[in-house]
């Protein structure tokens, strides 16, 4: 039984190394001119697709992370600028508790 999958992996092997050998000379031959080398418009045309979607993609990300960075630092100016506006604001002055309640349901509308 044990020879039985020795003899398969050594068949692969050879079916491997069959396999580069001719693609090899198919090269050599296409580089000395002596074969026309063949094109798959389809698979060309879907590769480029491809490529330009990953492109396309990339910047989107790019752009998504620039985004994302933008909205973190817009809530700790938002975050800062009440915490200013409670430390100046006198707790004499109307509207003060107002102010109170927006700033603390301020992280509320971040999340």
Known sequence: MAEGKAG?????????VQKKFSRAQ??????????VETKDERFEQSA?????QQAE????YKDLKNF????????ESSKRVSETLQEIYSSE??????LKAIA??????WE
Do not use: I, P, R, S
């Open 93 to 98: 002055w109307d509207g003060h508790e107002e």
């Open 26 to 35: 198919e090269k050599v031959l296409q580089k000395l001119g002596k074969t």
């Open 8 to 16: 398969g992996a050594a068949g692969l092997f050879a079916k491997q």
């Open 57 to 60: 993609g990339q910047k989107l």
């Open 104 to 109: 603390g349901n301020n992280d509320l509308l």
């Open 68 to 75: 994302l960075n933008a909205v973190k630092v817009m809530h």
């Open 48 to 52: 480029n697709n491809f490529y330009h």
